[in-house]
């Protein structure tokens, strides 16, 4: 049940309707979620994700675990959008063009090695 959910939020950003649950208090989380991980609220609702997010850290892979043997090099990224923080990888910008700071917007794509569904982010000005 929980990668499906994972599966649903992940289509949701990719269908530009990407979401993070927040719970009277307004902390935010990250589905699948039963209850606020902060203050254990229990009634959480949907918000609308903002359209852009800041690049608070990453790191350039040179040399990945077999899983993404072949997408490397990547630059996996934590990106603050609000509330929440988001992990994923950048994509559409070169890895020395990247800057902690930048605009970024939440996307899907594939891995290379597994095919599977991805949470990447894109520089926001294009």
Not at 5 to 34: F, K, M, Q, T, V
Not at 61 to 68: G, N, Q, S, T, W
Request: proline share 10%; glycine share 12%.
């Amino acid at each position: 049940m929980a990668d499906a959910e994972y599966d649903d939020w992940l289509a949701a950003i990719g269908d530009g309707e990407g979401y993070y649950l927040a719970c009277p208090d307004g902390h935010g989380s990250l589905p699948p979620r039963r209850s606020c991980p902060h203050c254990g609220a229990a009634e959480l609702t949907e918000e609308p994700l903002p359209a852009t997010g800041e690049l608070a850290t990453f790191s350039e892979v040179h040399v990945p675990a077999p899983r993404f043997a072949d997408d490397a090099p990547y630059v996996t990224a934590i990106a603050t959008f609000g509330p929440v923080r988001l992990t994923g990888i950048v994509r559409g910008v070169e890895s020395g063009a990247i800057d902690l700071g930048m605009e970024v917007v939440p996307d899907v794509g594939e891995s290379e090695t597994t095919g599977d569904t991805l949470l990447v982010f894109r520089p926001a000005d294009h």
